[in-house]
């Protein structure tokens, strides 16, 4: 049990690549499998045994206060810190510096889904008696991510943030464990990158810098894409969380929602607290935010329907953000990562792909 580590949550910088589709919440308050991400992460944190933790913002963090408080109902004691102004990843990890007291902090990107072992991190960062341990996972793309290659003995070799000819698929997961003397060593103050000036400066200086990678269930839910897939792995029980408010299995359905009879939902769909599915709908691995409505016949695919909003009948919405409020008419056609503004309304027909009508 880690009971005598720490945890940093970085929640801040831009985030808000869903944020004018579908809510005033920051992202990582939006509801996934029925709770805000956030609670995901945070139930993780808890089930290794650590308790203490810090979230390091630079926006809304009322927002976050609001609705973990100290912590408490989850077990953990929780406080909150606000950037002045977006420190970055490095600077966020630096400003939360005073309110740290352990040996060894675990730090957290805040849209992270992950299944590892925080214990076995841990264990390697002492094992091999590091400065800073990464948690890496490899994946099809590493272009998007840092690439961090590693030698025959786990030590990380270089960091190559986002390059577009990555030497390994294998890539920083987003999870840290830091040595608290090294978070005192980042400026202060000022906008920091941990990947880009932080991890590089310590290999440059020769610092030990452990790499512990496994083949954890892992998805960074930046895209809106990865949202949804993350979602529904959460649903299915595919990706492990403790902080789930239903059993796992095709659908997470939330109090008041009523599907129809004749209706089919499946694929780790979210149907939130209100929502009314009609009949011969048919809905694949979607996120129906609260108060939403799916009229009879409408197909939905990988999609995001926010709070609110209406799919007519007969619509067809597949791999398409639907902003809050929004109303997608009868017999529309969205697809192909589309992303619907909040309180926008198309006409029935309005919107079609196929030539017919
Ligand atoms: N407090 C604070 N302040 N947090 C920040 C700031 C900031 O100024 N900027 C970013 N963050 C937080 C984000 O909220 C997110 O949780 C995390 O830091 C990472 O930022 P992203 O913007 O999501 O970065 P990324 O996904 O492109 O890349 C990062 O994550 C990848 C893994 O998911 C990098 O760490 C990559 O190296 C890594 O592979
Ligand atoms: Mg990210």
Same mark, same amino acid.
């Given at each position: 049990?880690?009971?005598?580590?720490?945890?940093?949550?970085?929640?801040?910088?831009?985030?808000?690549?869903?944020?004018?589709?579908?809510?005033?919440?920051?992202?990582?308050?939006?509801?996934?499998?029925?709770?805000?991400?956030?609670?995901? $992460?945070?139930?993780? @944190?808890?089930?290794?045994?650590?308790?203490?933790?810090?979230?390091?913002?630079?926006?809304?963090?009322?927002?976050?206060?609001? %609705?973990?408080?100290?912590?408490?109902?989850?077990? $953990?004691?929780?406080?909150?810190?606000?950037?002045?102004?977006?420190?970055?990843?490095?600077?966020? @990890?630096?400003?939360? +510096?005073?309110?740290?007291?352990?040996?060894?902090?675990?730090?957290?990107?805040?849209?992270?889904?992950?299944?590892?072992?925080?214990?076995?991190? *841990?264990?390697?960062?002492?094992?091999? +008696?590091?400065?800073?341990?990464?948690?890496?996972?490899?994946?099809?793309?590493?272009?998007? %991510?840092? =690439?961090?290659?590693?030698?025959?003995?786990?030590?990380?070799?270089?960091?190559?943030?986002?390059?577009?000819?990555?030497?390994?698929?294998?890539?920083?997961?987003?999870?840290?464990?830091?040595? /608290?003397?090294?978070?005192?060593?980042?400026?202060?103050?000022?906008?920091?990158?941990?990947?880009?000036?932080?991890?590089?400066?310590?290999? &440059?200086?020769?610092?030990?810098?452990?790499?512990?990678?496994?083949? &954890?269930?892992?998805?960074?839910?930046?895209?809106?894409?990865?949202? @949804?897939?993350?979602?529904?792995?959460?649903?299915?029980?595919?990706?492990?969380?403790? +902080? $789930?408010?239903?059993?796992?299995?095709?659908?997470?359905?939330?109090?008041?929602?009523?599907?129809?009879?004749?209706?089919?939902?499946?694929?780790?769909?979210?149907?939130?607290?209100?929502?009314?599915?009609?009949?011969?709908?048919?809905?694949?691995?979607?996120?129906?935010?609260?108060?939403?409505?799916?009229?009879?016949?409408? @197909?939905?695919?990988?999609?995001?329907?926010?709070?609110?909003?209406?799919?007519?009948?007969?619509?067809?919405?597949?791999?398409?953000?639907?902003?809050?409020?929004? *109303?997608?008419?009868?017999? =529309?056609?969205?697809?192909?990562? $589309?992303?619907?503004?909040?309180?926008?309304?198309?006409?029935?027909?309005?919107? /079609?792909?196929?030539?017919?009508?």
């Amino acid at each position: 049990m880690l009971d005598d580590v720490e945890a940093v949550v970085l929640v801040g910088g831009k985030g808000t690549r869903l944020r004018p589709l579908t809510l005033s919440a920051p992202k990582p308050m939006l509801p996934t499998a029925g709770v805000p991400f956030l609670a995901h $992460l945070l139930s993780r @944190i808890r089930a290794a045994g650590v308790r203490r933790v810090v979230l390091g913002t630079s926006y809304l963090a009322e927002t976050f206060s609001a %609705y973990f408080g100290d912590g408490a109902a989850l077990g $953990l004691e929780l406080r909150y810190v606000v950037e002045d102004q977006p420190l970055g990843t490095g600077g966020g @990890i630096r400003n939360v +510096a005073e309110h740290l007291t352990a040996a060894d902090v675990l730090v957290f990107n805040g849209d992270v889904l992950c299944g590892t072992d925080l214990g076995a991190v *841990v264990g390697t960062h002492r094992r091999t +008696a590091a400065d800073v341990t990464l948690h890496l996972v490899r994946v099809q793309d590493p272009r998007a %991510y840092g =690439c961090v290659p590693t030698d025959a003995d786990g030590r990380v070799l270089d960091f190559l943030e986002k390059t577009d000819d990555p030497p390994t698929d294998q890539i920083n997961a987003g999870c840290y464990v830091f040595r /608290r003397s090294v978070i005192d060593t980042i400026p202060q103050g000022r906008p920091v990158s941990v990947e880009r000036e932080t991890f590089p400066g310590l290999l &440059a200086a020769g610092a030990r810098v452990s790499g512990h990678v496994d083949n &954890a269930y892992w998805r960074d839910m930046g895209t809106p894409a990865d949202l @949804i897939h993350g979602s529904a792995d959460l649903v299915r029980g595919v990706a492990p969380s403790a +902080a $789930l408010p239903g059993p796992t299995g095709e659908v997470m359905l939330l109090e008041g929602a009523k599907i129809a009879e004749g209706a089919l939902v499946f694929g780790g769909t979210t149907v939130g607290r209100g929502v009314q599915i009609g009949a011969g709908a048919r809905i694949e691995g979607a996120m129906l935010f609260d108060g939403a409505a799916v009229d009879e016949g409408a @197909i939905i695919e990988h999609a995001v329907i926010g709070a609110g909003a209406r799919v007519g009948q007969g619509a067809s919405v597949v791999d398409t953000v639907v902003g809050d409020r929004a *109303v997608v008419g009868a017999q =529309c056609e969205l697809r192909g990562g $589309l992303r619907l503004w909040p309180d926008v309304i198309l006409p029935p027909h309005g919107v /079609r792909f196929s030539p017919d009508v």
